[in-house]
DNA sequence: GCCGAAAATATACCAAAGTATAATATTTCT
DNA sequence: AGAAATATTATACTTTGGTATATTTTCGGC
């Protein structure tokens, strides 16, 4: 495997729960099984890419339900869906929120590996990426209100005089804290800073 | 309705195809109806936003099959199926490969006609989002060899003088291709060079 | 080989950006 | 209020970028 990672699986059945523990040990992934949902929140998520497997109906909240509420919860992870009893719409639904699969029972274990494989590989690139954001928005962060509104427009494209006169402070204000910016944003060129900036929506933090 | 727009219903039942072209044009929507997905490719489509209403079931070509082969016919539309008879499995799989919906008869007039509005309004950003790729690919085609080397280094953060040397040109020649480079991207500061050529991917543009 | 067009280069100049030092103003904390 | 920290501004200088004009070079076609 590339990296350490976990699979949840949730479902009610624990001859269920046995079969997927084996079958996902048996390829070297770490598993953890839960009866329910509110036992998955109990427990609460590894720092590590991940999946969860999710049963569609189980007493108590169903995976469908869960699966709406897991954005609300701040839960990212990606779900693979199985199910003994279910129908093409709750399927189709599923999917269309987001799900990677939704497998019904009699399903093929290497179909059930690919999809995890899968969403674990999905889990690390969204992981990944907002690690990435994150760091750029600390950065960002670091800057007094007055940098913030130089970098804001010297990647629009303003010159140092036309920033001076927009802020109403001197020329050499405006140097010194668009040094500092770049400094603080880690940008060794201007090119640099725009595409950081890029990635933040000025517009939304003003 | 915010501008033109077509709708394609391919269905080999004709009494969906008369149902499907009232439901549409009850609520002013341009319709085109086809037998077959030979029909449907022998008139060609519209240069306007759309959608296709494709049956799963066919004698022929399958909708199922249709929709897994118009990437490769560079045909972008987003589907909306309808079926008598369809498994979870075959919904999910048209989901997954991009379909909007997948409805199974009988269903919603309304249900039907809001995933049509939600494929058009996708349809809609997609070819806005083509035509402002391709007008800066034009921008760029547009540019000497020589000028896209000193662009690309450009946006890479490097100094005139560094371009120069790396080329093996003088500071001068840099400095002329630059300016050309700027006019012919019509990009008034380095910022929006920046941001122009981000949505190029240069380096498999050489 | 000669010619015309395009590209490259040289020269000269000005505006803009980056940097360092020091002085002044402002804020903040005690 | 007073002191320390921070922000702003001024001065001086260097490097870089942008532009215009003119000259030279290069290259394809006749």
Same mark, same amino acid.
């Given at each position: 495997m590339t990296g350490p990672c976990v699979v949840y699986v949730i479902d009610d059945d624990s001859s269920v729960r046995a079969a997927l523990d084996d079958l996902l040990a048996s390829v070297g992934i770490r598993v953890l099984t839960f009866d329910s949902t509110t036992a998955f929140l109990a427990h609460g998520m590894e720092d590590a890419p991940g999946c969860l497997v999710l049963d569609v109906r189980m007493p108590g909240q169903s995976g469908i339900d869960f699966h709406r509420r897991m954005a609300g919860l701040g839960i990212a992870l990606p779900v693979v869906?199985? !199910?003994g009893? +279910?129908? #093409?719409t709750m399927g189709v639904d599923a999917i269309k929120h +987001? $799900? #990677?699969e939704f497998l019904t029972k009699p399903f093929n274990d290497q179909t059930l590996l690919d $999809?995890?494989?899968?969403g674990i590989g999905k889990d690390r690139d969204r992981r990944r990426a907002v690690a990435e954001s994150e760091m750029v928005r600390a950065r960002w962060a670091s800057l007094s209100a007055g940098e913030q509104e130089v970098a804001r427009l010297v990647v629009q494209g303003l010159l140092n005089k036309q920033i001076a006169s927009v802020l109403d402070v001197s020329e050499? !204000?405006?140097k010194v804290r668009r040094a500092q910016a770049m400094r603080k944003m880690d940008a060794r060129t201007l090119p640099d800073l725009v595409r950081l900036t890029g990635k933040l929506d000025l517009d939304g933090l003003s």
């Open positions: 869906f199985i !199910t009893h +279910g129908d #093409i +987001g $799900a #990677i $999809a995890i494989q899968n050499i !204000t405006v």
